[in-house]
């Protein structure tokens, strides 16, 4: 894990973020030696945003189990709308009840006396979020200090509304070179001053070793993009690379409960973006 990983600015946040995060879904259900091993890996490596959720079953209590001793080195982000209140089978609600008990939970779980983010998980319509009152209560919670920032886990086409509300820091949301649809969207979100985390960003890893599915994978044999891989550089290693290369995202998270994986992550994210001219080609083929 040698080296710095470069960082930038996260919106209007003012937060120095790395171009790498760590997505910690991955760590539900592990064994408690492969979370207390990853989980400060991450921090050892220089990483310093990571995301989980409520949903994540075991990931909050195993972020709040080994590393919350090292809370200075890392911005949390969490998700409200999952059901703490509510009945499961009722999906994610949004109601200030389930949002407040959520957050405390993420709070004890994470033994930490705030979160930097908390996002509203599963896109929800701006219908849903103003008949809930659902900002006033993040801003509520913003106020006592048990949140610093709202953000949104947001898609297509709710995205462009949740732009339009101008409340947001951040958004999180899907894209890679395999899952073009935000690519523009992306870019509306950074011209508004709100911070870009993107999930998805190596297509959740080749099938066989990540959770990527073949259909999606079958797009990079297809363009052609083995041919414009650089020696030794694995395929996952330059779809990274692709999605780093897009001007407007601030920050890539990716998960794994490999510590061998999370290290080519780091390799990758530390050659950088793509050159110009494999970017364009790349684009172009696909």
Known sequence: MAGILATSKLGNTGLEVTRLGYGAMAVNGVTDYVAESVLNAVL????????TSIDYGTSEEFIGKYISRR????????????????????????????IVAGVHQS???????YLDFVQFHNSPGQDIIEDNGAIDTLMELREEGKIRFLGS??????????????VFDEFQIPYSALDREHEEVISQCADAGIGTVIRGGVAQGEPGIGRGRTEIW???????????RGEGESRSAFILRFTLSHPDIHTIIAGTKNVDHLDEN???????????????EAKNRL
């Open 218 to 228: 079958d797009k990079f044999s297809d363009a052609g993009l083995d041919d414009l």
């Open 153 to 166: 886990s947001s898609v297509l086409p709710n995205i462009t509304d949740h732009i339009s509300m101008g």
């Open 266 to 280: 780091i390799e990758a994210v530390q050659k950088g973006p793509l050159d110009d001219e494999t970017y364009s």
């Open 71 to 98: 809370r200075s080195e890392y911005f949390i982000a969490s998700k409200c709308g999952c059901s703490v209140t509510t009945d499961p089978k009722d999906g994610h609600v949004f109601t200030k009840e389930n």
């Open 44 to 51: 050892d490596s220089g990483i310093n945003f990571i995301d």
């Open 107 to 113: 709070l004890t779980r994470m033994n930490t006396d």
